[in-house]
């Protein structure tokens, strides 16, 4: 593109089984690139376990190492796979040591290769929040203060989205409405 975006590559780790190619064909045609070449250009791997997540962050170091150009790392989602190992109270120490240790590990790959990283996260319901939204990120503090940018997405009015910007370095809060369609994303006026 005549940004430069498709002189690298992008891996997508995908955690529960949600990559549609399908999809990134459909945005691709919406803006008028080549399907098959955005596809290309896609490294999507399957991980299974927290420890193959891990692993696979090793891989895509060793692969910039190569020569591989990946510019953009999108993990989805970050915490699935430490939340459904390590469950409950008792293990929460260990989880949250070896999410600490993958954030760093995804921090440095990020710094010293000048890749983004963008990660989703899973929400759980706080029943002791009285006002306001009651969902909570999980993770913690160590993945809040792991983040630069952290953003809440959620469904608006007529299949609407809202991204929310929860905190930044250097940018006030703020929300965006948008719209998911075909083509793409699509900002709606409010």
């Keep these: 593109m005549d940004q430069g975006g498709a002189n690298g590559k992008a891996v997508y780790i995908d955690t529960e089984g949600t990559f549609r190619p399908e999809r990134v064909r459909q945005f691709a045609e919406g803006i008028g690139a080549n399907p098959d070449k955005v596809l290309k250009n896609i490294l999507v791997a399957r991980a299974f376990n927290s420890d193959h997540q891990m692993l696979l962050l090793d891989k895509v170091t060793e692969m910039i190492k190569d020569g591989e150009p990946i510019r953009l790392m999108i993990i989805d989602s970050l915490t699935a796979h430490f939340r459904a ?18 954030l760093h ?31 909570k990120a999980i993770g913690g503090n160590i993945v809040g203060h792991a983040c630069t940018y952290r953003m809440y997405l959620r ?7 809202v991204c929310k910007l929860i905190d930044s370095p250097d940018l006030p809060d703020d929300e965006t409405v948008f719209m998911i369609e075909t083509d793409g994303l699509k900002d709606i006026d409010i």
Excluded at 85 to 102: I, P
Aim: net charge positive; hydrophobic share 30%.
């Design 85 to 102: 190992e390590y469950a409950g109270r008792g293990q929460l120490a260990d989880r949250q040591q070896r999410l600490n240790r993958y």
């Design 155 to 161: 469904r608006g009015k007529k299949d609407s989205r």
């Design 105 to 135: 590990n995804m921090m440095k790959l990020a710094e010293q290769n000048n890749v983004a990283i963008y990660v989703t996260n899973q929400v759980m319901s706080d029943p002791a929040q009285m006002f306001g939204d009651p969902t």
